[in-house]
Nanobody, 118 residues
């Protein structure tokens, strides 16, 4: 399973970025996919997940209302639209995949750096 995250960069506080995570067609159709982030000196934390079966996406409290997770099945790409960015959103963002019904995020992309200037 290969995941390729992209779209990070430097943005001023209040700005927006859209991250992308591309995957193979099989990965996209079989696995649950989500976003995580790791800030300097902190543990990796959950950001958002696309759920199966038409269930609404789930978000961390810290990003709910500002971030939107979505997917384009034709392009086998998952997105994270990040609006109203804050300094504390600065982190390396990772896309990840897990098997349906599993709690283990087994597959990880290489990460993309998001830096929000205050």
């Amino acid at each position: 399973v290969q995941l390729q995250a992209s779209g990070g960069g430097l943005v001023p506080a209040g700005g927006s970025l859209r991250l992308s995570c591309s995957a193979s067609r099989r990965t996209f159709s079989v696995y649950v996919m989500g976003w995580f982030r790791q800030a300097p000196g902190k543990e990796r934390e959950f950001v958002a997940v696309n759920r199966w079966g038409g269930a609404a996406p789930q978000y961390a409290d810290s990003v709910r209302g500002r971030f939107t997770i979505s997917r384009d099945n034709a392009k086998t790409t998952m997105y994270l639209q990040m609006n109203s960015l804050k300094f504390e959103d600065t982190a390396v963002y990772y896309c990840a995949a897990k098997e349906r019904g599993s709690s283990e995020w087994k597959y990880w992309g290489q990460g993309t750096q998001v830096t929000v200037s205050s």
